[in-house]
């Protein structure tokens, strides 16, 4: 990235239990260059740190034709421009309505899953505090997620495929976890893989994470989640996503996680317990949307000047 001239430009830091971005107002401020912008904003010693960045921009012409009152641009602590962000999108809602961007309750926002609708409850401080999304319909065929997988044709789907886990780094790594030689592969917009287990928390998601992330069988990488099942109706998981690593919630993730549950029998309507916070989901089955619903939260605002920004990155 060439050094920009001094920029101030306005932020907000938020959260979806624990999935956090900053967010700028991209209908006042034009980011040329978002991608390493991104970079720079999550940096979480030099810059203001998160998960990555968030634009809220006018839809498109066509978008607006079809309601969308907002477009989402999610871009990961990488730089790399995400199709889709459940936590983010959540934000995005109570930026836009906070912000009186917007009004309207369904929220119809713009992402590169399509238009989404969004129905937000305010708070008692009568700002929006939770949000139900419609996140659409899952795609599962391998050519969808997309995925090449030894023994599946790109038409079929990879659900509970036995696998050799040890493909995925040192012979033995998942013994310990219990994890199940059996991969289910979801695309929310993003491509998702499912692995269940005994234990998450005994996976060593920092060498585990970016070996199935890069894994050859996923030309657009992957994001990765380990599951622990208490019931039909709950639980537990911890994510390595592409782009960022180990976060603390991911909202496409958990609804790929409540599909992959009802795919296999072992669940219904759930709630995923992540290590931010919990979130509630729901699918009906083929052809349905999944349902996800969870909080949104403010942390902090102000401003930051980009070439300052770039400077003190450049310098760590």
């Not at 936590?87 to 917007?102: E, H, P, Q, T, Y």
């Not at 013994?175 to 059996?182: F, I, K, T, Y």
């Not at 979801?186 to 970016?210: E, Q, R, T």
Request: aromatic share 6%; hydrophobic share 40%; charged share 20%.
């Amino acid at each position: 990235m060439s050094t920009p001239s001094s920029q101030r430009i306005s932020f907000v830091k938020m959260h979806g239990i624990g999935n956090d971005y900053v967010y700028v107002n991209a209908f006042v401020h034009a980011i040329d260059d978002p991608a390493s912008v991104a970079r720079l904003v999550a940096d979480r010693q030099f810059g203001i740190g998160g998960d990555g960045l968030i634009l809220v921009a006018p839809p498109t012409v066509e978008a607006r034709a079809k309601g969308a009152s907002v477009r989402m641009r999610m871009f990961n602590a990488d730089g790399s421009e995400g199709g889709m962000c459940g936590n983010g999108i959540r934000c995005v809602a109570k930026f836009a309505i906070d912000r009186g961007l917007a009004s309207t309750n369904p929220l119809l926002v713009e992402t590169k899953r399509g238009v989404l609708s969004i129905v937000w409850k305010r708070g008692g401080d009568d700002r929006v505090a939770e949000a139900t999304v419609d996140m659409g319909a899952p795609m599962l065929e391998c050519s969808d997620i997309p995925a090449s997988i030894d023994g599946l044709t790109l038409s079929a789907r990879c659900i509970a495929h036995p696998i050799d886990l040890d493909r995925f780094g040192a012979e033995g790594w998942a013994l310990d976890a219990g994890v199940e030689s059996r991969m289910t592969l979801v695309s929310m917009g993003n491509p998702h893989a499912i692995f269940d287990c005994a234990d998450p928390w005994k996976i060593d998601l920092d060498s585990v994470g970016p070996a199935i992330e890069r894994c050859a069988w996923f030309p657009d990488r992957m994001n990765v989640h380990f599951v622990a099942w208490r019931s039909s109706a709950e639980c537990v998981m911890r994510t390595w996503e592409r782009g960022s690593g180990i976060t603390l919630a991911c909202g496409t993730g958990a609804s790929a996680v409540c599909v992959a549950g009802v795919l296999t029998g072992r669940a219904n309507d759930i709630t995923a317990h992540l290590p931010g916070g919990s979130l509630a989901l729901s699918w009906k089955g083929e052809g349905a949307s999944v349902f996800m619903t969870g909080g949104a939260t403010e942390v902090f605002s102000g401003e930051f000047d980009l070439a300052a920004l770039e400077r003190s990155c450049r310098g760590k």
